[in-house]
Nanobody, 123 residues
């Protein structure tokens, strides 16, 4: 079973940047396509971005293209989300999960989630 631990969140002013990390353990990380999701207060969890097992292909929520960049380092069993030009509407708890290798499916494959990492963007 894959275990996921998110980190890197925090409080940042609008226009600032954060880099989130997702550390995976339990099974070969490099075998899986991975993705980021987020859940804002009072809203359902939504897809943010995903990346193939090799890192060669990525897919983003349309409204986040150009501000967010997903990447991974299979040697470190870690995935990243670089978030730039942050906006108050990016405030949410961010989670990572294994995703369908057909990245446009935009759905998590694991039923369990990590604790997430809180991102708060002040105006």
């Amino acid at each position: 079973q894959v275990q996921l631990v998110e980190s890197g969140g925090g409080l940042v002013q609008a226009g600032g940047s954060l880099r989130l990390s997702c550390a995976a353990s339990g099974r070969p990380f490099s075998s899986y396509a991975m993705g980021w999701f987020r859940q804002a207060p009072g809203k359902e969890r939504e897809f943010v971005a995903s990346i193939t097992w090799s890192g060669s292909n990525t897919h983003y929520k349309d409204s986040l293209k150009g501000r967010f960049t997903i990447s991974r380092d299979n040697a470190k069993n870690t995935m990243y989300l670089q978030m730039n030009t942050l906006k108050p509407e990016d405030t949410a708890v961010y989670y990572c999960n294994v995703v369908n290798p057909m990245l446009r499916v935009e759905r998590p494959l694991l039923n369990h989630w990590g604790q997430g990492t809180q991102v708060t963007v002040s105006s």
